[in-house]
């Protein structure tokens, strides 16, 4: 892991959204990361103000104040450029955070910023689709309905600001749906291929498929075929580089996005693809 400088120049990308939904939290991050190091503070109005300060950072660390949608849609604009290998991210979370904890970045604002000025750079692999979109933490299918049901935070105020902000979610995933009009999953008929090997057909239906990056270039792959009352079957599980599903129309949800329908998709791990700031183990 290499580690940082405090005295390292900070660009700090503060998401519109974390403005407008906890500002307070906003504050104290940016206080503690302007005390530690120099930064340069941007408050982006949309999506093409964020991604113009992210592509013009020099040799800036990159920070983003934000939730999980935020940090998302940072590395999908970093890997669109072809800019991931050289750059290590930071995020400060800000709102649902589920998948920037799940990666190891602490909770709570004081504890973040700090893991950023002290932390170290983790190498991460990534998962790319055929579409060129990015998975940092799970995939499943169908999406899961219980996170479906959460709503969608986006930036009040202006209703300008509020299409162009829904307007970058629409160019990051192919055909996204929004998360409340998600139909309740059930059955599906997929054919699952790891690295060009069935691990289930058509013929058989499942509950779900998830989709996992791990370490060393792999992801872990879980089927889990359709039990009738009172059966039970161990879920199919699989490991390799390459993870095509074929279906009827299905969709799928990758880190804080709903996707689809679609009738086919191949996710590939791309292995250290991406680097992400972190504490220094203990």
Excluded: N
Aim: proline content about 9%; hydrophobic content about 45%.
């Amino acid at each position: 892991m290499a580690t940082f400088a405090t005295s390292d120049q900070l660009l700090v990308i503060i998401d519109p959204a974390a403005r407008q939904g906890d500002g307070e939290s906003v504050r104290i991050a940016k206080d503690v990361l302007s005390a530690g190091a120099t930064t340069k503070v941007c408050l982006p109005e949309g999506p093409e103000e964020f991604a113009r300060a992210l592509r013009r950072r020099g040799s800036r660390r990159p920070v983003v104040i934000g939730d999980d949608r935020a940090l998302v849609r940072a590395v999908t604009l970093l890997h669109r450029h072809r800019e991931l290998t050289g750059c290590a991210l930071a995020v400060v979370p800000v709102g649902e955070a589920a998948l920037a904890e799940s990666l190891g970045v602490p909770a709570g604002p004081v504890a973040a910023a700090r893991a950023v000025l002290e932390g170290a750079e983790r190498r991460l692999d990534l998962l790319v689709d055929d579409s060129d979109g990015v998975v940092l933490g799970a995939l499943g299918i169908p999406p899961v309905r219980a996170a479906a049901a959460r709503p969608v935070a986006v930036p009040e105020g202006h209703p300008w600001l509020r299409t162009r902000y829904r307007s970058l979610v629409r160019t990051l995933a192919p055909r996204p749906t929004r998360l409340d009009a998600v139909p309740a999953p059930g059955p599906a008929r997929l054919r699952v291929e790891v690295d060009g090997e069935t691990v289930v057909d058509l013929d058989q239906p499942v509950e779900a498929v998830s989709v996992t990056p791990g370490d060393g270039g792999t992801a872990s792959v879980e089927v889990r075929p359709l039990t009738g009352p009172g059966a039970e079957q161990s879920p199919l599980l699989a490991a390799g580089r390459t993870v095509t599903v074929v279906g009827t129309d299905f969709r799928y949800r990758a880190d804080a996005m709903v996707s689809g329908p679609v009738r086919r998709r191949t996710w590939t791990v791309r292995e250290r693809a991406w680097g992400l700031t972190l504490p220094v183990p203990g």
